[in-house]
């Protein structure tokens, strides 16, 4: 099936994503391309996305939403991002982790009460092991004059990047990757490449099918193209072999009440919670579940190599939304389906920082172009995917 991670499947009467995906445009070349392909399939939503802790709901981003929150909360996130205002960076720019980034632009409070126990959880690892140069766009630094509203309740203006959003009325975000297929000619599923010999330019494939190329473009994860390459020089595979991810169980519930909640999302930063997000599917599109059903897509990082059982983890799952009043005792479930996404997000350190160009420039010294969130071993988003794929098709297009 085409798609990636951008597929939806059915289960017992529901639709699921592989978590949440969600439209949101900055490109106006891209939002025509999207709207072309689902015209009149597709329906804008206002984000409705809270932060639980402190046994409160609060809006999100926290940053500017503080008011709710216990009173020496609030004036500790307030005081804090106060002094980011009067003090220099400690680090440049470049050499800044993503911790010192935090400090730095959000202060001492807001990364205690939420942007440090979130990330963590998020990302499994010590945020001075990642670096900041990609956190801009995604976690923009709010104003003194925000903050303050926020504190106070006051509210002007949405924030994030993502403050409304477009998905489709029915059949699941998978309607995006399908609407692409009438344009696509000789597609093979369920075959998988085994190896590629690039200095002959030829791909062997699982069903003994070899191709030779000239170009071939790739957009499955770095480390994964690498290890096929069989005739990459040794610092080349090495330096694949140390990029970093985390990996996510996506964990679909169907629940047997209708609207469970009036949220699209939800996250959570406290370590008694084992999820980082819940979001509710049918809250996008009622036809995603069956009527008097509620639908929820739950999110827990784990390392690689970590696993947990499905029945544990279902439960530990179902422990969390209890104690965080989503569900009831008495609530029956009538799906759960654990997918587990061994590669869900890219870790910005170090080691990526340096190996990754020299890794791309080798493999595109090679005709392979490697391109999407993980064909580049990046944070982007289904429309970058759409852009790049787009950018390159162009480009040789003009050859």
């Given at each position: 099936?085409?798609g990636?991670?951008?597929?939806?499947?059915?289960?017992?009467?529901f639709?699921?994503?592989m978590?949440g995906?969600?439209?949101?445009?900055?490109?106006a070349?891209i939002k025509?391309?999207?709207?072309?392909?689902?015209?009149g399939?597709?329906?804008?939503?206002?984000?409705?996305?809270?932060?639980y802790s402190h046994?409160?709901?609060?809006?999100?981003?926290?940053?500017?939403?503080?008011?709710?929150?216990?009173?020496?909360?609030?004036r500790?996130?307030l005081?804090?991002?106060?002094?980011?205002?009067?003090?220099?960076?400690?680090t440049?720019p470049?050499?800044?982790?993503f911790?010192?980034?935090?400090?730095?632009?959000?202060?001492?409070?807001?990364?205690?009460?939420?942007?440090?126990?979130?990330?963590?959880?998020?990302?499994?690892?010590?945020?001075?092991?990642?670096?900041?140069?990609w956190?801009?766009?995604?976690?923009?630094?709010?104003?003194?004059?925000?903050?303050?509203?926020?504190?106070?309740?006051?509210?002007?203006k949405?924030?994030g990047?993502?403050?409304t959003?477009?998905?489709?009325?029915?059949?699941?975000i998978?309607?995006?990757p399908?609407?692409?297929?009438?344009g696509v000619?000789?597609?093979?599923y369920?075959?998988?490449?085994?190896e590629?010999?690039?200095?002959?330019?030829?791909?062997?494939f699982?069903?003994?099918?070899?191709?030779?190329?000239?170009?071939?473009?790739?957009?499955?994860?770095?480390p994964?193209?690498?290890?096929?390459?069989?005739?990459?020089?040794?610092?080349?595979?090495?330096?694949?072999?140390?990029?970093?991810?985390v990996?996510?169980y996506?964990v679909?519930l169907?629940v047997?009440?209708?609207?469970?909640?009036d949220?699209?999302?939800i996250?959570?930063?406290e370590p008694?919670?084992?999820?980082?997000?819940?979001g509710?599917?049918?809250?996008?599109?009622?036809?995603?579940?069956p009527?008097?059903?509620s639908s929820?897509?739950?999110?827990?990082?784990?390392?690689?190599t970590?696993?947990?059982?499905?029945?544990?983890?279902?439960q530990?799952?179902?422990?969390?939304?209890?104690?965080?009043?989503?569900?009831?005792?008495?609530?029956?479930l009538?799906?759960?389906?654990v997918?587990?996404i061994?590669?869900?997000?890219?870790?910005?350190?170090?080691?990526?920082?340096?190996?990754?160009p020299?890794?791309?420039?080798?493999?595109?010294?090679?005709?392979i172009?490697?391109?999407?969130?993980?064909?580049?071993?990046?944070?982007?988003?289904m429309?970058?995917?759409?852009?790049?794929?787009?950018?390159?098709?162009?480009?040789l297009?003009?050859?």
């Amino acid at each position: 099936e085409a798609g990636g991670l951008c597929r939806s499947y059915q289960k017992d009467g529901f639709t699921f994503d592989m978590t949440g995906h969600l439209l949101h445009f900055r490109q106006a070349a891209i939002k025509a391309l999207v709207e072309g392909l689902l015209a009149g399939r597709l329906e804008q939503h206002v984000r409705r996305s809270f932060i639980y802790s402190h046994r409160t709901y609060t809006e999100y981003p926290f940053q500017v939403n503080t008011y709710g929150l216990p009173p020496e909360v609030v004036r500790e996130c307030l005081l804090g991002f106060i002094a980011t205002l009067a003090k220099p960076a400690a680090t440049r720019p470049e050499d800044r982790s993503f911790k010192a980034w935090i400090l730095d632009n959000m202060g001492a409070g807001i990364a205690k009460h939420f942007m440090v126990p979130f990330n963590e959880k998020l990302w499994q690892v010590s945020l001075d092991e990642l670096t900041s140069d990609w956190v801009s766009w995604l976690v923009p630094k709010p104003d003194l004059k925000d903050v303050i509203n926020g504190a106070l309740g006051i509210k002007d203006k949405a924030f994030g990047y993502n403050p409304t959003f477009l998905y489709p009325a029915q059949g699941g975000i998978g309607m995006l990757p399908r609407a692409f297929l009438p344009g696509v000619r000789d597609i093979v599923y369920s075959c998988e490449l085994i190896e590629v010999e690039t200095t002959r330019r030829r791909a062997t494939f699982s069903d003994s099918r070899v191709e030779e190329y000239d170009t071939l473009v790739s957009t499955i994860p770095v480390p994964e193209l690498v290890r096929r390459c069989t005739d990459l020089p040794k610092a080349i595979r090495a330096a694949a072999d140390g990029l970093r991810c985390v990996s996510v169980y996506n964990v679909n519930l169907g629940v047997a009440r209708e609207k469970i909640s009036d949220n699209h999302w939800i996250y959570f930063p406290e370590p008694e919670f084992p999820f980082y997000r819940v979001g509710f599917p049918t809250n996008f599109s009622p036809s995603l579940g069956p009527r008097g059903c509620s639908s929820l897509y739950v999110e827990v990082s784990h390392q690689p190599t970590r696993t947990v059982p499905d029945t544990m983890l279902i439960q530990q799952i179902r422990d969390g939304l209890e104690r965080a009043g989503i569900f009831r005792p008495d609530d029956e479930l009538v799906v759960a389906d654990v997918k587990d996404i061994r590669y869900a997000y890219v870790l910005f350190d170090k080691h990526r920082a340096r190996a990754l160009p020299a890794i791309l420039e080798e493999l595109a010294r090679r005709g392979i172009h490697s391109i999407g969130r993980y064909g580049r071993w990046e944070h982007t988003s289904m429309e970058d995917a759409m852009a790049q794929g787009k950018q390159l098709a162009e480009k040789l297009g003009a050859h």
